[in-house]
């Protein structure tokens, strides 16, 4: 099996992991264990904790003393242990902490899944900027695997989704010692403070650009934790309505929301198109105007005929949002630093967005609470307040992003 096929077994497996709970888990502790929109924002908080810091330290790690696929190893070695664990909890205090242990080991997996791969496609002199959405594509199909697996197999509200995120866990991480040995990246004689402590990548934060998308980066972390808390539990506030109880948006919402990530696998591979057409600031205004709408058109979405229309089309914006940012932003980093950095830029990419997933996790759960009455969630209005933030983003930076960033050898 060569390097590559290795390269998209593990990108695949990354995301199935996170694709058997990161949907459906808030359906579960809402409907199945009864916990608050605020206990259920603090359980996904935990990712933002956990990347406010693990990236970046595990990156440290990486670039200065462990190989990264040791350290890939181990944490996904935690990961399933602590995934395994919370399919017997019950309480939302025990919950938030056992999800806390599991993101702190999650959340750095991702970056360093990314950084595997952009370490192998340099070695094998490949341009990240093409090379890197064939690879990424993977990982959204593993995504998709697992959400309709979890719907078809009616296990959004079971905690059996926990289990079998534990097992594939565990196969991943025997799965990635079949890879060649990754070599530390070599030092240089003179090191300043920052490189002893391996935190040369925050001096990113001195060139414009980086720091605008840094900013940015934060904002969008909330915007994507917002969805990705209470997409389901909306779904699945449907089952409440006798004339939508039929309806396959309520039977099997998991494969509605996998649609998402059908559309992500068209966006991932027109990336490199895009970015040759309009450039890092094109991609990225086009990222935050699809949240704009992929919100608005949740706020108008149901079940019905012309509603599903909506919920379709909320799906593909959602495609084109992620993609453009996320996938986007880790090929600008590394065409940004150079390769003893490698592992700690793309750390700090993880704990910004981390910082705005905790805020928007939490925010988002304070917003759903005050529009909740009796038990019924006003989601319309909640969905538009989410999408005039993402517009409101999108106006911010059309303005301040300025498009002079230049390629460093990496």
């Not at 290795?6 to 694709?19: A, D, E, P």
């Not at 006003?378 to 992003?401: E, G, H, M, P």
Request: aromatic share 16%.
């Amino acid at each position: 099996m060569n390097i590559e096929t290795r390269l998209k077994i593990i990108s695949f497996l990354q995301f199935f992991i996170w694709g058997t709970w990161l949907i459906s888990f808030s359906a579960y502790m809402i409907k199945t264990l009864g916990f608050t929109s605020i206990e259920v924002g603090f359980v996904y908080g935990n990712i933002g904790i956990a990347c406010l810091f693990m990236p970046s330290l595990v990156g440290i790690i990486a670039d200065k003393w462990v190989p990264a696929n040791y350290l890939y190893f181990t944490c996904h070695f935690i990961g399933a242990i602590s995934l395994a664990l919370a399919g017997f909890v019950t309480s939302p205090t025990l919950m938030i902490l056992i999800m806390l242990i599991h993101c702190c080991a999650f959340m750095p997996s991702i970056s360093l899944s990314y950084s595997i791969i952009f370490y192998f496609l340099a070695k094998n002199q490949k341009d990240p900027v093409s090379y890197f959405p064939k690879m990424r594509v993977y990982g959204t199909i593993g995504l998709i695997s697992a959400m309709c697996t979890i719907s078809l197999l009616k296990l959004e509200l079971s905690n059996i989704q926990l289990f079998i995120g534990a097992a594939v866990s565990l196969l991943l991480m025997l799965f990635i010692t079949t890879l060649p040995s990754i070599s530390i990246a070599q030092k240089t004689e003179k090191n300043s403070m920052l490189s002893i402590l391996g935190l040369n990548a925050l001096s990113l934060f001195k060139q414009y650009n980086m720091c605008v998308f840094f900013l940015f980066t934060l904002f969008l972390g909330a915007i994507l934790q917002i969805n990705n808390a209470f997409i389901s539990p909306f779904l699945h506030d449907f089952s409440d309505l006798t004339q939508y109880r039929a309806t396959i948006v309520v039977a099997y919402p998991g494969v509605l929301l996998s649609l998402s990530q059908v559309a992500e696998i068209f966006f991932i591979i027109c990336i490199p198109l895009f970015l040759r057409r309009y450039g890092m600031k094109g991609v990225l205004l086009i990222s935050l105007l699809a949240w704009t709408l992929r919100f608005g058109f949740l706020a108008y979405a149901d079940p019905s005929p012309f509603g599903l229309i909506l919920f379709i089309l909320s799906m593909l914006a959602y495609g084109c949002a992620f993609d453009f940012f996320n996938v986007s932003g880790s090929i600008f980093i590394e065409k940004s630093v150079t390769a003893d950095i490698r592992n700690s830029a793309q750390g700090l990419f993880m704990i910004v967005k981390g910082f705005g997933a905790y805020l928007g996790a939490v925010l988002g759960g304070v917003i759903v609470n005050i529009f909740t009455v009796n038990n019924t969630r006003d989601w319309s209005t909640i969905w538009i307040i989410f999408s005039s933030y993402a517009f409101v983003l999108f106006i911010l930076f059309l303005f301040s992003f300025k498009p002079n960033h230049k390629k460093k050898a990496a």
